[in-house]
């Protein structure tokens, strides 16, 4: 019999690649892919070639018979990397069937599908892990220490503005992330990440959210104003490839080749559709004023045609201001290059204490996707035994939760203008896991 955690995976997609390589290689003395699962036949037996490749006979099986897999294989642990849209059936019915869940960001796209969740897990008692790798990359893990160890005190409010690089901002258009009823919009696909990094930060929760937001850039009139009058739906053959700065040609990329292109006729997906499509139904420009439970307030804006990408993230204390500025190298989903590199230049990190000289923090640095964060949140949730953790970053079914009802909320008060409460969207949540940060009543002697 062999000890080592079985797990199968539904989504064979490209982010879905990190988890099924790391199982048939880093990981593979202790834990073991043992089904694959997709919509797509021809994404399937790619993953099932990719186990080949490493030695081993991986089955994969059609989407419709995912409870057929847990039932032959009998996984310990279902890993959920599938359109955002269905995160919630498979992660309810690998709990349902007895297994644990793994799930990529975001949990969930509407409030519906993620109390479907909060209460699954509530009735069966498996866990559910949501892979937040941000919290994980070491200058994210540096701002939460300054935090915890006091450094600017009690916070008491957050700026927050994330750039998306014109190029990788442009790729969410093009994508099945361009329609709502998909990816819930940029406020919960994207913002999920940092409206995780905050809440994790703060180890607080949101409770009410009003926000703006609307599509300015990728639009048809942007188009007519570059002169893409003759512009068809997708990139592979448009007449105004030879001149339009957007134009992806998937040829060009052996890796969204073979993932996309070579598999369209399976199920009709076109990665490459045009990004000033009237089709389109997600915001560009996003403006958002969140509260929190502790009383902190966050104002928060996303654009997705930036000159370049990252974010800039600064905390407000009673002692003090700490600003983090960090600048990421820019990717297309599936190129086969590392996604979001944190950049030396561009990325820093200053302490203004009250009534002292600031000063600027050496920034601690971390190789790989997510500035460092992917190698680092693949140890914790396949090694055996995992490292001690102060800063607790594994999260669960509630982070996830509270991560995406902000974007939730926030999509809510775009359509109807008005403040959103968490409490009306999802009950019986619970609290997060968070590690304690400085008392409000800490005294502050004057020197």
């Known amino acids: 019999m062999s000890s080592r955690t ?12 990190m988890y099924r390589d790391a199982l048939l290689r880093t990981y593979a003395d202790n834990a073991e892919l043992v089904g694959v699962c997709d919509i797509n036949p021809g994404r399937l037996q790619l993953y099932v070639q990719a186990a080949r490749d490493s030695g081993l006979e991986v089955p994969g099986y059609p989407a419709e018979d995912f ?119 940029l406020l919960v696909h994207k913002a999920t990440h940092h409206f995780d990094i905050v809440n994790w930060s703060l180890s607080g929760v949101p409770v009410s959210v009003f926000a703006r937001g609307d599509r300015k850039f990728y639009t048809p009139k942007t188009a007519q104003r570059y002169g893409l009058d003759n512009r068809s739906e997708r990139c592979l053959d448009c007449p105004e490839s030879d001149k339009c ?88 989903s599936g190129d086969g290059t590392t996604p979001g590199e944190f950049m030396a230049e561009g990325t820093s990190l200053r302490v203004f204490p009250h009534f002292e000289s600031p000063y ?35 999260a669960d079914q509630r982070a996830g939760a509270y991560s995406i009802l902000t974007g939730i909320a926030a999509n809510r008060s775009i359509q109807t203008g008005r403040q959103i409460l968490i409490s009306d969207l999802c009950q019986n949540i619970g609290q997060p896991d968070y590690p304690p940060m400085p008392s409000p009543d800490e005294p502050m002697p004057l020197k």
Not at 95 to 116: R, V
Not at 156 to 181: E, P, T
Not at 369 to 392: A, C, M, N, Q, V
Request: aromatic share 10%; charged share 30%; net charge negative.
């Open 6 to 17: 079985r797990f199968a995976q539904v989504g064979c997609s490209g982010r879905g690649a």
């Open 67 to 185: 409870d057929r897999m847990i039932a032959e294989q009998k996984p310990d642990c279902v890993i959920v990397t599938t359109k955002d849209c269905h995160h919630d059936e498979y992660i309810c019915r690998a709990m349902e069937l007895g297994c644990d869940a793994i799930t990529e960001k975001p949990m969930a796209t509407d409030e519906k599908k993620c109390q479907h969740i909060i209460d699954t897990q509530r009735k069966t008692g498996k866990k559910c892990t949501v892979t937040f790798n941000y919290r994980y990359s070491p200058a994210r893990t540096q701002v939460k220490d300054l935090l915890m160890s006091g450094a600017i005190g009690e916070v008491l409010s957050v700026d927050f503005n994330w750039l998306l690089d014109i190029r990788h901002g442009a790729d969410y258009f093009r994508r099945w992330h361009r329609n709502k009823d998909n990816s819930g919009g």
């Open 245 to 332: 700065p957007f134009h992806l040609d998937l040829r060009a990329h052996e890796e969204m080749r073979r993932l996309y292109l070579d598999n369209e006729q399976h199920d009709g997906y076109f990665r490459d559709r045009c990004v000033f499509s009237d089709q389109i139904d997600i915001e560009d420009t996003m403006q958002l004023v969140v509260a929190y439970d502790n009383g902190v307030q966050m104002s928060y804006s996303l654009n997705a045609f930036m000159p370049w990408e990252g974010m800039i993230i600064s905390f407000n204390g009673s002692k003090g201001r700490l600003e983090s500025v960090a600048r990421e190298s820019v990717y297309l």
């Open 360 to 394: 600027q923090a050496e920034v601690w640095r971390g190789e790989g996707g997510h500035g460092g964060g992917d190698e680092r949140l693949l140890d914790d949730i396949f090694s055996p035994t995992p490292p001690e953790d102060k800063y607790k970053r594994a």
